[in-house]
T-cell receptor
Framework: KAGVTQTPRYLIKTRGQQVTLSCSPISGHRSVSWYQQTPGQGLQFLFEYFSETQRNKGNFPGRFSGRQFSNSRSEMNVSTLELGDSALYLC??????????????FGPGTRLTVT | AQTVTQSQPEMSVQEAETVTLSCTYDTSESDYYLFWYKQPPSRQMILVIRQEAYKQQNATENRFSVNFQKAAKSFSLKISDSQLGDAAMYFCAYRSDLNTGNQFYFGTGTSLTVIP
């Protein structure tokens, strides 16, 4: 099976702009989670989607939003970019969300730089 | 909310030696899962090992094993016969067994250097 793919791999944006990142989960996986990774902060949970519904949301401002499509592909959007949004954004997919020690499979990430 | 703490930002080990990475967590739940993930410099996170909280036996995967102390809420990772390819950032993670979604809680990571 193909792994989790994320596009684009690298992005450079200017403050105030908006950006959309895309994630394609492993075939058959219906749960997609997004994380922001910055040095010293580790991975901070953004949100999780399952069957097109947002199930959990982390403590991020409303500028961060996401959605999931019927084919389980997911997008996240960040509006009005700030310098502090520069980070590696990781997407992870999982076959289920409960009932067992299901791991999350991570994509390679999108490196976002805001100037 | 659950919290995961990795108190060692950096660790180093001589090749072929053994190293232990520490992780503690805080939860009021009785059923949950714990994971160790590895993130090499290429950035792709991969699972190293997992542990179900209801299992008393410590999980083992080849050179990787854990010391799971449920009462102490401790979940350390032991790497035996360290190899150069083990150099990476290691993250400890917690996931609830409740049907509340698939949110993983990660520690801040431990950067492991393997010295030839």
């Amino acid at each position: 099976k193909a792994g989790v793919t994320q596009t684009p791999r690298y992005l450079i944006k200017t403050r105030g702009q908006q950006v959309t990142l895309s994630c394609s989960p492993i075939s058959g996986h219906r749960s997609v989670s997004w994380y922001q990774q910055t040095p010293g902060q580790g991975l901070q949970f953004l949100f999780e989607y399952f069957s097109e519904t947002q199930r959990n949301k982390g403590n991020f401002p409303g500028r961060f939003s996401g959605r999931q499509f019927s084919n389980s592909r997911s997008e996240m959007n960040v509006s009005t970019l700030e310098l502090g949004d520069s980070a590696l954004y990781l997407c992870a997919s999982s076959p289920r969300t409960s009932g067992g020690p299901y791991e999350q499979y991570f994509g390679p990430g999108t490196r976002l730089t805001v100037t | 909310a659950q919290t995961v703490t990795q108190s060692q930002p950096e660790m180093s080990v001589q090749e072929a030696e053994t190293v232990t990475l520490s992780c503690t967590y805080d939860t009021s739940e009785s059923d949950y899962y714990l994971f160790w993930y590895k993130q090499p410099p290429s950035r792709q996170m991969i699972l190293v090992i997992r542990q179900e909280a209801y299992k008393q036996q410590n999980a083992t995967e080849n050179r990787f094993s854990v010391n799971f102390q449920k009462a102490a809420k401790s979940f350390s990772l032991k790497i035996s016969d360290s190899q150069l390819g083990d150099a990476a950032m290691y993250f400890c993670a917690y996931r609830s067994d409740l049907n509340t979604g698939n949110q993983f809680y990660f520690g801040t990571g431990t950067s492991l250097t393997v010295i030839p």
